[in-house]
């Protein structure tokens, strides 16, 4: 993890992309400066009331330009309810750059990511494109999938899967990956998503000998290190604070 | 106002430890301060009571360990550390450089662990001790000493017999009279008391039927205690002789005023550190200013100034 | 679902008091009743338990009674009451046309106290009796009794000679262990425990430097105090054979829920009532909903039905 | 005090009026149907959130025709800034109408108020109408006395004081009630306000021997007479609710 911000900003943007779910930007030069594909922010929803808390978001993008980081989320509670209730010029404190990001090294890497979890995924294509990149994107029907133009952008190919096949093919964001990587090389693997999902994409990963990362989430307090309330097991023995020491790992390294 | 003007409202020597500002971060929400000092301005911390440490190095409990609650939340992380050796070997020469008091929050599920965890500290350049006597979230010891005065008093009475620093003994609020237990750790030798350590509470899972917790019950901390921490720092204030280190809720300068003139001569600030890493600056600033608009010329005139005859 | 079929879900014999529902409005917070008909539908409210009473009238305290809190609220109402003969003359009459158990809270300095009031009960047309052992708001007596297994035991026993109809016993949470308190009234013949009462509590107005209540410190109520009351619930819970009814913080038909898989039978609505004052209507509908989404018959399903084992 | 209505209803406009006071109107057609002059509501400001309560404020006229009551409210801490933030058509939750009003049966009425006390001053201007109705409307600054306008409408004569002479008499609305009852015979005062304002209002009524009611603060929980922290001490001891036997009472009866 390199330098922090704590800034005190202002929302740039904040518009729903379908029914639940909303894009915002936030003018936050210190974060777009040291942003890595994988990392997070934590998002002030109501400033020491209820809820209390800090909400942990991750990045999907930066614009350089603008200073600026976009995040998207969907509103599942109170503090992500709040979020979408603020409006464009409200002010917001956020801070970040927080954890490790994605190694982003290899050449022909496949991305696979369920709901939300496409989130960090965006920001690691956008970084690693020109290398070609393919993604699986999955979602429960075609109503979450404005991903996929999102992802067109960046990527040389993107899957659609929905669970009710409204959109690409019926599945989930793991039934596409037998055919896939029986058929393409791949030199490295980004999952995010729900906890069955990442196993299952671990135990592909692993009978293809691909190396593979896996963006973890875990309930939050401070967001970089100071609480030890995020854990997550280590294979070996003992807790990873998800927020520091992840929340991406090495497929090999944590129990899921 | 300057940084000098700022200092000089807030020094404070507290029981023998010399503190920059009586703003000090309390145990197991501050890290080891390392992990804020992207954030924060160290003049401006009057210490670092560093996250709770044990003989041996402690895992911590399995599970969730973070719940929210109506404005706090409830945390049962259970002591994870790495054990008192590591601290004073790695940790302690990092964080020295701060310049700002280091507090070592000492536990332990036997006084034995309680004189060990003392002797071991022995020759560590640290500038106090805080004797843990209320955790809430172990299985066994730490809390059950916190709630009995007798036991209260024989783990500081050994602790101190071997410390070369000043005894901090952090309270527990799980108690009925804790004005009681803090009388009996001063008569065993206690330099100050802190208090309050988190309330015991539980939730539990309406989809599941589960505790929320992953040790079923944990500890509540944040703007919902802070009613119950400033009545007991006032009943214990009244008490003791000793000073009074409050804490519990505490998010604002004016917060932290009401510990104040409850009888605390310093206050920690928790779970606000998780909010805004930055709160414990801006609470001195906000502490400078208010006793500026006052007139006053050191915080210490706040100090126990409730009024309490003829409202 | 209809009314007989919700009416069917939620019916319940506690304790000897036949309730139509297990949701009770919670003493100080629910008036005598009367205040709350314009809003409520008497046949979802499962009890009332009045306004605190004692032998004599009282004014209460003086100055400010009311603060609020984070997720909370602080009163030093201090027990006004017209006297136990003016309920039973002039209160009870009115209030017994809502066809719902009425629940006597009862106060007292003194042992006497307790006995005279319920000595004074002996012909009145009530359904239970509530002790109340743990008002923090008085200057003698009442809390006093409740933090303490032997005069808890004591109060329990004479009150219990003497009552016609069941008795509830309230219990206090300012206190190291509950348990071991109700084990005591349970013993000494309470029907049922009924907990928690207000944690006590204090503010200072950093304007004035005065308490801000005029009886200096409060009774702690409302969301914020959720977590500590589902802990001493299920701490009581598993002491006790009587039947347990829990309160604190309950603000909606998951709450109430929370309570029940903690092993309350019944629960108490307080604060909740001044914020909606139709809200235990609401609980009582929300909680047949629940069942009907888990397939569940009967709200007894849920009673102390927390998973512990294995996170 | 009447039938009580909580009515989960909605915000018809919410309107700063100067820089720290909000006019809103709230449809709510069983309070605006029952209310009268003096009386109140509660207002729902973060449903069981924090801040936690209800918050009182007085009823400053109803529209029967749009079946809307209206209110004035300054911004002074949590509650009101919340409802501040609240938009037109948003949901809000309003109990009332609550208390008992002002007596209203005088050929000649005074009305005296400040600051926010004007509020409920201005209904029972409107109600008495077309009885001619004298004012004095006191404020700090000429900002805060956007009332004179809304008074000119209903009263035969609005006087107006501010603490810093920028509008009307310099001083405080007490300041012309020498001169006013030495002219003119009233036969009631209605005043609103600070307690030392009322203190003063009272003696100059008991002086001239004027039937005088006073609209009293206290701060409420529930507004409805069910928790009894609201009191206000009886002139011959023990308390009222100020909730329930007032806001309104004659000045002999309360300690001020
Ligand atoms: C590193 C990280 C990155 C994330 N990135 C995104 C993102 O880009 N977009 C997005 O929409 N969401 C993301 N999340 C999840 C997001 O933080 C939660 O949805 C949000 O905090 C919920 O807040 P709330 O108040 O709305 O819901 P709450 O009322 O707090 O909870 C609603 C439900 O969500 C569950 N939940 C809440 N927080 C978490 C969490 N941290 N981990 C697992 N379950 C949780 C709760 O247990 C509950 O069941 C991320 C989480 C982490 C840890
Ligand atoms: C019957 C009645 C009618 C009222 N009518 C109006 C009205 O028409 N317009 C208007 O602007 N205000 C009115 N008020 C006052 C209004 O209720 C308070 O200003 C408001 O509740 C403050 O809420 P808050 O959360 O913004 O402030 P808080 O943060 O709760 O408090 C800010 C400051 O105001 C004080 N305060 C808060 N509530 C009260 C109260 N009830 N009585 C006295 N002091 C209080 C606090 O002690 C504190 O100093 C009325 C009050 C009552 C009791
Ligand atoms: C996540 C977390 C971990 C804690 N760990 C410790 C600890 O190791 N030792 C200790 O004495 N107190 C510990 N506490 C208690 C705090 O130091 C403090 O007493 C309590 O949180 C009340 O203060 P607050 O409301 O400002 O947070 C912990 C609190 C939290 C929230
Ligand atoms: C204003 C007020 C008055 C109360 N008066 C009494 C009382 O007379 N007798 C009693 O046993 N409890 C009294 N209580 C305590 C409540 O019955 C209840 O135990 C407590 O408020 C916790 O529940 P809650 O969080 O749902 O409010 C009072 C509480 C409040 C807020
Ligand atoms: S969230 Fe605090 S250590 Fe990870
Ligand atoms: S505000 Fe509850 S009785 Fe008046």
């Known amino acids: 993890m390199g330098k922090k911000f704590w800034q005190e900003t202002q929302i740039v943007e904040n518009i729903p992309v379908n029914t639940d779910t909303y894009y915002m930007k936030i003018y936050a030069p210190d974060i777009a400066a040291n942003a890595n594909p994988g990392q997070f922010v934590m998002a002030e929803v109501n400033m020491l009331q209820a809820p209390l808390l800090n909400r942990p978001l991750g990045i999907a993008g930066?614009?350089?330009?603008?200073k600026s980081i976009t995040i998207f989320y969907r509103v599942v509670g109170k503090g992500t309810y709040l979020?979408?209730?603020?409006?464009?010029?409200?002010?917001?404190?956020?801070?970040?750059?927080?954890?490790?990001?994605?190694?982003?090294?290899?050449?022909?890497?496949?991305?696979?990511?369920?709901g939300m979890g496409l989130a960090p995924l965006l920001f690691a294509a956008q970084a690693t494109c020109p290398v070609p990149v393919e993604v699986i994107a999955g979602g429960r029907t075609e109503n979450e999938l404005f991903w996929k133009s999102l992802f067109e952008e960046v990527c040389q190919q993107v899957h659609i899967t929905t669970d009710d096949g409204s959109l690409g093919t019926k599945g989930t964001c793991v039934s596409p990956l037998a055919s896939l990587l029986s058929k393409n090389k791949f030199d490295a693997m980004l999952a995010c998503g729900p906890i069955p999902m990442l196993r299952a994409v671990v135990e592909y990963a692993q009978s293809y000998r691909i190396p593979c990362q896996v963006s973890l989430e875990e309930h939050m307090a401070c967001g970089f290190g100071a609480?030890?309330?995020?854990?997550?097991?280590?294979?070996?023995?003992?807790?990873?604070?998800?927020?520091?020491?992840?929340?991406?790992?090495?497929?090999?390294?944590?129990?899921? | 106002?300057?940084?000098?003007?700022?200092?000089?409202?807030?020094?404070?020597?507290?029981?023998?430890?010399?503190?920059?500002?009586?703003?000090?971060?309390?145990?197991?929400?501050?890290g080891n301060g390392e992990e804020y000092d992207d954030f924060v301005d160290w003049d401006y911390v009057g210490g670092i009571s560093v996250k709770g440490l044990t003989v041996e190095p402690r895992n911590g409990n399995h599970g969730r360990r973070i719940a929210e609650t109506p404005a706090g939340i409830m945390n049962c992380v259970g002591l994870q550390n790495p054990g008192i050796e590591v601290f004073v070997n790695e940790i302690l020469p990092r964080i020295r450089?701060?310049?700002t008091p280091i507090i070592v929050n000492i536990n332990g599920n036997t006084v034995e662990d309680y004189i060990k965890i003392t002797e071991m500290l022995a020759g560590a350049e640290v500038a106090g001790i805080e004797v843990n006597i209320s955790c809430p979230n172990t299985k066994h010891g730490c809390m059950a000493f916190g709630v009995n005065p007798g036991s209260a008093a024989l783990v500081t009475r050994e602790v101190r017999k071997r410390a070369k620093v000043p005894v901090i003994v952090k309270l527990s609020p799980n108690v009925t009279d804790i004005a009681e237990i803090a009388q009996a750790v001063e008569a065993a030798g206690a330099d100050a008391v802190s208090l309050i350590n988190t309330l015991l509470g539980m939730a539990i899972d309406t989809k599941t039927w589960k505790p929320v917790l992953g040790n079923l019950t944990g500890g509540l901390s944040g703007p919902a205690i802070k009613p119950v921490a400033v009545r007991m720092v006032w009943q214990v204030a009244q008490a003791v002789k000793i000073p009074v280190i409050g804490l519990g809720g505490i998010s604002s300068a004016l917060d932290a005023i009401e510990f104040f003139l409850a009888g605390a001569s310093a206050v920690q600030v928790g779970t606000a550190n998780f909010v805004n890493p930055k709160i414990m600056n801006e609470i001195a600033c906000g502490l400078c200013s208010y006793l500026e608009e006052h007139d006053l010329q050191h915080y210490s005139q706040l100090v126990g100034k409730i009024n309490v005859g003829g409202n």
Chains 1, 4 share one sequence.
Do not use: W
Request: proline share 4%; aromatic share 6%.
């Open chain 2, 1 to 30: 106002m300057n940084h000098a003007a700022k200092t000089e409202m807030l020094a404070v020597n507290l029981a023998g430890i010399q503190m920059r500002t009586p703003i000090i971060g309390a145990s197991g929400t501050f």
């Open chain 2, 97 to 99: 450089v701060y310049k």
């Open chain 1, 83 to 114: 979020l979408s209730q603020k409006r464009k010029a409200e002010c917001i404190r956020v801070l970040g750059p927080l954890g490790n990001g994605f190694e982003l090294k290899a050449q022909r890497p496949l991305l696979i990511g369920g």
């Open chain 1, 62 to 66: 930066v614009d350089k330009r603008q």
């Open chain 1, 227 to 256: 609480c030890l309330t995020c854990t997550c097991e280590k294979q070996d023995g003992g807790y990873f604070q998800v927020c520091k020491q992840g929340p991406v790992f090495r497929a090999g390294e944590v129990k899921l």
